[in-house]
């Protein structure tokens, strides 16, 4: 992800352990999965069904890449003219009907010892899909906004669908990213569906040509930024191809690519960054100037980061101090973006 560093406010460079800093612009890296491919029928087994499953079953978030100028068809081939929306449609289905059949299974004795033993059905709800991430709130949640009564056995097989997507969309938010957006027939399909998904629209070769112009020190690109500036004569043909990267650029603002992996880290996952420094040393013992930057979820205390620094410093935290203001704070103390927080804890 992307994210303006704090070394800018204490007038230093950073130097990350890991990522990269480019012009005080903070780039952390996250964990991308390349899933397994998916035909129809996958959450019965079918093709590479339980592979593609299983990888999903890894991630905090799902990004779905599509072709928005419907130039290619669900198995990738190139046709003259595909709905995209279909892609997204038999995604979301897939993922349902896998949701579902994690809850059928052994449905009725379940429902029955719910009924039967007065349990709180939000709670072994969430207890029976905790293998998908699925906690106690968001099973409070989808059951309210449905309605569900509190008896599962009055539960009908529509109501079992409409929880297992509910479920779905909680525990595995996800993000189209309308690739292709650069073609001519792109613009209406984008049109047609950016009011009814979370879509963005991107270009991954558009992405592509600026980070190898970058490589080729041709031109002064940050990814994600909205413009590059040209620092190498180049022959016509390239000059061509600059101007059309231009261009698109000041159509769109950004190619998509970074926007979209900031949208899945700060408003689907809602993580906030977090750096380690000290009041009077921002350095490590090698030298390294704001070296780490963690991601938190929203609502991260002192204490939780204190924990993740390491566990001897949450068992044996005593206070954290806000490096900025040079202020105190107890571990209860919810920690906002980009604080920079030194962490005391007993040796």
Not at 129 to 147: H, K, N, Y
Not at 162 to 173: I, V
Not at 225 to 237: A, L, P, Q, R, T
Not at 291 to 309: Q, V
Request: charged share 30%; glycine share 6%; net charge negative.
């Amino acid at each position: 992800m992307k994210d303006e560093c704090v070394d800018k406010e204490f007038n230093v460079q950073c130097n990350p352990r890991t990522g990269f800093c480019i012009n005080h612009f903070r780039f952390v890296p996250i964990d991308l999965i390349d899933v397994a491919g998916l035909v129809p029928g996958a959450h019965e087994g079918k093709g590479m069904g339980n592979q593609f499953l299983d990888d999903l079953n890894e991630a905090d978030a799902l990004v779905q890449i599509i072709d928005i100028s419907g130039r290619t068809d669900a198995e990738g081939n190139s046709v003259g003219s595909y709905d995209p929306e279909e892609d997204i449609k038999f995604l979301q289905n897939e993922l349902d009907q896998w949701y579902l059949r994690i809850i059928k299974k052994g449905w009725d004795k379940f429902s029955r010892a719910v009924n039967q033993e007065h349990l709180d059905v939000k709670k072994a709800i969430a207890k029976q899909l905790s293998g998908l991430r699925v906690t106690e709130e968001m099973a409070v949640e989808a059951i309210d906004l449905l309605g569900l009564s509190k008896n599962p056995t009055q539960w009908s097989k529509e109501n079992l669908l409409s929880l297992a997507s509910e479920l779905r969309k909680r525990s595995k938010p996800m993000i189209i990213a309308a690739n292709k957006i650069d073609v001519k027939e792109s613009k209406n399909n984008f049109e047609r569906l950016k009011n009814k998904y979370n879509i963005l629209p991107c270009s991954a070769e558009v992405e592509l040509a600026l980070r190898e112009a970058t490589k080729s020190k041709i031109i002064d690109y940050v990814p994600g930024e909205s413009e590059f500036k040209i620092v190498k004569e180049v022959d016509e043909g390239k000059k061509k191809g600059l101007m059309f990267m231009k261009n698109f650029l000041k159509e769109f603002k950004t190619t998509g690519v970074q926007a979209i992996l900031n949208e899945v880290v700060f408003n689907l996952l809602g993580y906030i960054s977090i750096y380690p420094g000290g009041v009077n040393k921002l350095e490590d013992k090698d030298g390294n100037v704001l070296p780490d930057c963690f991601l938190m979820r929203e609502g991260s205390t002192a204490l939780d980061f204190a924990y993740r620094l390491h566990t001897d410093f949450g068992k044996n935290f005593i206070r954290a101090i806000d490096v900025r203001t040079k202020r105190t704070v107890g571990k209860e103390h919810e920690l906002k973006h980009n604080d920079v927080v030194e962490i005391v804890a007993r040796v």
